[in-house]
């Protein structure tokens, strides 16, 4: 065997630990909400909505399975900006991506 033949080598199987796992995948949190944080937020679920499809529910903007990553960070910011989930879900059902959302409610 030359030395300039490729060799395949066993790849290692996702697992903990793995810097390939999911939590790489999401977009990380602001370290404070802000209210721009929160407008973006409110584009990010209006403009990456689910919509149904043939094959189950997909993103609205890009067709990727739902909820996609913008989507769940929208999701995420809104919660931390004291946004309960039924406040969200109007949001999006209301489709203005300008909306504003609610003032944060303080935390006692």
Known sequence: MSSSAPVARP???S???DPSGDVLREIPLPPYVTGEDAQFAVRAVVVHAPRRW???TICRND???H???LHRWGRRVLALR???PAEIDALIERGDPAAVPSRPRPIA
Do not use: D, H, I, Q
């Open 82 to 84: 004291g946004l309960p």
């Open 63 to 65: 067709a990727s399975p």
């Open 15 to 17: 697992g903990v630990g």
């Open 54 to 56: 043939s094959g189950g």
């Open 67 to 69: 909820p996609c990553r």
């Open 11 to 13: 790849v290692a199987p």
